[in-house]
């Protein structure tokens, strides 16, 4: 009778960890560190299956090296989760910063549900643009562009050929506005660099901004050229200096059957 009270005992605290584990991880939507996959695997509140889903709808953001995956291998993760944390960590894994302050809204923190006590999070800047403020980087608003349909469109990735891309941003100034020179920096999604972004001239037409893009003809002014000069992996900055007006940064698509990014990074020059 002991031996079974004992057990039934155990079976409930495994059960109230398991619900408390859950409930922990589905009230964030931040990528999984590799402490906190372990620390999963060794508490074994959720079924490898359900770790599986976690990493297919949250990702990780963490690299699957040799060494993670011995140590997850080590902790009891299954060839299925392995498979997973491999194919997330080449999708949303986001280069390291260089050593001055990361943004605010790109500093990704170790995950809440799974970090262990005492561990410090590693700051990381995930794809965007973002603009220098004072002693900090910002990360610089998008907005929705509405590109007319009917046009022979190709995929927008590493340039433009002859076709034009015409679309339009609802409102006649972008909720960026900043006095040049502005610094920028984009950290692009992997398999891309800051060459791959189209930095455009926008023109007001009537309570619209038309945004015209082309890679060659009468259009091929909007493009503003830009240089660029690395700072880490997968990370580069950009001093503007143009002249009052309005202006975005056009992101390559990288996912999905998008023509062409359906948002654009836009600022304003202001006098």
Sequence with gaps: ????????????????CSFVCFLAIAQTGKPISR??????????????????????????????????????RAAGASSELIDAIREKARRTTPSHSSPQSPPGKAAAQEDTAFQPAGTEPTPVWAPGVYVGQDDHWAALLEESVNWKKGN?????????????????????????????????????????????????????????????????????????????????????EIVFSQGIGEYGFLPPVHEGDLPIAPKMYTFRVVP
């Design 152 to 236: 022979s469109l190709r995929r927008f990735t590493v340039g433009f050929g002859k076709e034009e891309y015409v679309g339009a941003i609802p409102g006649k100034a972008s909720p960026n506005g900043f006095r040049v020179p502005i610094t920028f920096r984009i950290a692009a999604p992997e398999g891309y660099s800051a060459e791959n972004y189209a930095l455009v001239l926008l023109h007001l037409k009537g309570d619209l901004r038309e945004v015209r893009v082309s890679g060659s003809g009468s259009s091929a002014s909007n493009l503003v050229h830009f240089r660029v000069t690395p700072v880490d992996s997968g990370l580069w």
């Design 35 to 72: 402490n906190g996959l372990i620390k999963a695997l060794k508490i074994g509140g959720l079924t490898q299956k359900e770790l599986v889903d976690q990493v297919n709808a949250r990702g990780v953001n963490f690299e699957m090296s040799r060494d993670a995956e011995a140590e997850l």
């Design 1 to 16: 009778m002991r031996t079974s009270a004992r057990a039934a005992k155990w079976a409930r605290v495994a059960v109230v």
